[in-house]
Nanobody
Framework: QVTFVESGGGLVQPGGSLRLSCVAP????????VAWYRQAPGKERDLIAH???????YYAETVKGRFTISRDNAKNTTYLQMNSLKPEDTAVYYC?????????WGQGTQVTVSS
């Protein structure tokens, strides 16, 4: 595995929740910042959250208070718990390092928020 592998997306109603997971490639260390990004149709890929360790976390204003990023270094996996989802959260969600490295982009996981 040479890219991040994301999973957990789907179709959810406004106000609902989803939990995304991403498994990092073996070259990613616990000392590397891991981030979640998203790209909505016709828009650029945006950073939404990143984590180094428990107390070293960043959230974009658009998701602060609704999304929670966490990390299990033993499983080389990073999670994104998304609550109170809105239609504007519809996008393909990706993991990568922060700042991103082009070679690590995976396929992403589609999140669609719609009634």
């Amino acid at each position: 595995q040479v890219t991040f592998v994301e999973s957990g997306g789907g179709l959810v109603q406004p106000g609902g929740s989803l939990r995304l997971s991403c498994v990092a490639p073996g070259s990613i260390r616990s000392t590397h910042i891991v981030a979640w990004y998203r790209q909505a149709p016709g828009k650029e890929r945006d950073l939404i959250a990143h984590i180094l360790r428990g107390s070293n976390i960043y959230y974009a204003e658009t998701v602060k208070g609704r999304f929670t990023i966490s990390r299990d270094n033993a499983k080389n996996t990073t999670y994104l718990q998304m609550n109170s989802l809105k239609p504007e959260d519809t996008a393909v969600y990706y993991c990568n390092r922060f700042p991103w490295w082009n070679e690590y982009w995976g396929q992403g996981t589609q999140v669609t928020v719609s009634s």
